[in-house]
């Protein structure tokens, strides 16, 4: 496939007209155990803001209701919130944990990604879709007429190719500022001149070729679900802006990429029956904790995959019987919590991802989270999709 079918890096972007920090606002899965965060910062953010585009999903009980107000929200802010622009924004954040990282903004041909087990795509989810949270997506995908991207691309790149064909061509700065809720500062170059960026990519599949014996662009880090619904609405009414989604591509070996566990985090009246039960059926030969809400450590299986499969396995059938819920967080600092207990899961790192993934398909859902929290996509760049 010739790359320009892949991915179009002389497309046109939507950039929020005036203060972009008034505007961005943390991709909608994050804090979702945290629902205090995002009423903090509904008392910060002004209005017009991307805020009043999402739906939080620690809020997804009330998904009816904040459906309808997103709807009437961009019915009053409309297209005239953002201005266009034609090529491909070059981004550099650096966060509040003083790491720095940088990535590309453009649309993808979603004809090139597959989510389901044993593809083949050019694209492909790292982690296992769980279907049930597309709906709420697509609902707002319709509400409104442009598409707000978290969703991160990871390439393997080892050669930093996609950041010299960045640094090799003339950019104009779009954006300078810092953002809210502990986001850090993020810098937007728009780059108009895309043929480095091509050839970037078109040496990156070729090296995967190489490396894995597959045909290969790059794995979804963040925003699998975001992604997979794009593709169910391309599928079910293809029209000719709806065929692409917006996306941030960025390299795995940038420093500034940090790959963080995803801790389980179980509601739990009898902390003894879990414990007891946890011990009987996770068994292996390295160790991590439960946190009751002080961490006793118990073992799990070597492979870290194989211990995240058993861990929900065990977690699921457990709140099934017993009642409760699975949360799934950020940091160990969320591990203890009142009616709680937390299992801390270890690190799938970067070195581990696009290997476990080519020999085994997609891992399980929350397996790994690039960086903390406030670390991830804000919503700043748009797209028109209807």
Not at 24 to 49: G, I, R
Not at 290 to 303: A, F, K, N, Q
Request: proline share 5%.
């Amino acid at each position: 496939m010739n790359v320009r079918d892949l991915v179009n890096f002389s497309s046109e972007i939507l950039i929020p007209r005036g203060d972009v920090s008034d505007f961005a606002v943390v991709a909608c899965d994050q804090f979702s155990s945290n629902p205090e965060y995002w009423h903090a910062l509904s008392k910060t953010m002004p209005p017009n803001s991307a805020l009043e585009l999402i739906l939080p999903e620690c809020f997804l009980y009330e998904k009816e209701k904040r459906l309808k107000s997103i709807s009437e929200a961009y019915g009053k802010m409309g297209a005239d919130r953002f201005y266009p622009v034609t090529g491909t924004v070059a981004v550099t954040r650096s966060t509040a944990f003083g790491r720095t990282r940088r990535g590309i903004v453009a649309p993808i041909n979603l004809d090139c990604y597959d989510y389901k087990t044993g593809n083949k795509a050019l694209i492909r989810a790292s982690e296992r879709t769980v279907e049930d949270r597309i709906p709420p997506r697509v609902a707002i995908r319709e509400a409104i007429g442009v598409e707000m991207p978290h969703i991160l691309l990871l390439v393997d790149d080892k050669d930093f190719l996609i950041d010299k064909a960045v640094d090799s061509v003339k950019r104009t700065t779009l954006y300078d500022c810092d953002l809210r809720g502990g986001g850090g500062h993020i810098k937007g170059e728009l780059i108009t001149d895309p043929k480095p960026l091509y050839e970037a990519c078109e040496k990156i599949i070729s090296q995967m070729e190489s490396k894995f014996s597959q045909s290969l662009f790059s794995l979804v880090g963040d925003g699998n679900h975001s992604l997979a619904t794009a593709k169910h609405c391309a599928t079910a009414k293809k029209t000719p802006l709806n065929g692409m989604a917006l996306v941030e591509i960025e390299n795995i070996y940038d420093e500034g990429l940090v790959f963080e566990p995803i801790h389980r985090l179980v509601k739990c009246a009898d902390k003894k029956a879990f414990t007891d039960g946890f011990r009987a059926a996770v068994k292996g030969d390295a160790v991590t904790e439960l946190y009751i809400p002080e961490p006793v450590t118990v073992s799990v299986p070597s492979d870290k995959v194989q211990a995240i499969i058993e861990v929900d396995k065990f977690c699921e059938d457990f709140v099934k019987k017993h009642g409760g819920d699975v949360d799934y967080v950020h940091g160990e600092d969320m591990l203890r919590r009142d009616g709680h207990i937390g299992i801390r899961m270890r690190e799938v790192g970067r070195g581990e991802l696009f290997g476990y993934v080519l020999d085994n398909g997609v891992l399980p859902k929350k397996t790994f989270s690039l960086g903390e929290a406030q670390e991830k996509r804000f919503y700043v760049e748009a797209r028109k999709i209807k």
